[in-house]
């Protein structure tokens, strides 16, 4: 519901500078109504679960900044709900196998937006 009102353009503008700066390696991006799937490499140095926490925490309060209005429509004001997912892969294999199912999801009419960063 509330990631339609924040275009892909400025989210891809937004995980590109968190890449930059904590070294993310951002390859694909998919959209939904309510939560957006990303397919990310980083160093070893960070775990899974801080990788997800900086791009949560960066990015709704990057979103918040841009579109204050969001927040107005959030119960207790949190863009991100406490949950998530996370796949891991190696140099072995998997990596297409993620790709392809972030590009599968949300496959119902203009719900899915997936961009890839070049």
Known sequence: M???NVPI???K??????????????DAIG????????VVGA?????PSSIMQIIKSIS????????PEIRKQLWGGQFWHDGGHIDTV???G????IKKYVEEQGRMKDQLKLDQFL
């Open 31 to 38: 959209i939904e109504p309510e939560h957006f799937h990303v």
């Open 2 to 4: 509330f990631m339609k």
């Open 90 to 92: 190696s140099e072995y």
């Open 60 to 67: 709704a309060r990057m979103i918040f900044k841009e579109f």
């Open 9 to 11: 353009n400025y989210l």
């Open 94 to 97: 998997g990596l297409d196998v």
């Open 43 to 47: 160093s070893p140095k960070n775990s």
């Open 13 to 26: 503008n937004v995980l590109f500078e968190i890449g930059e700066r904590y070294h993310f390696e951002f």
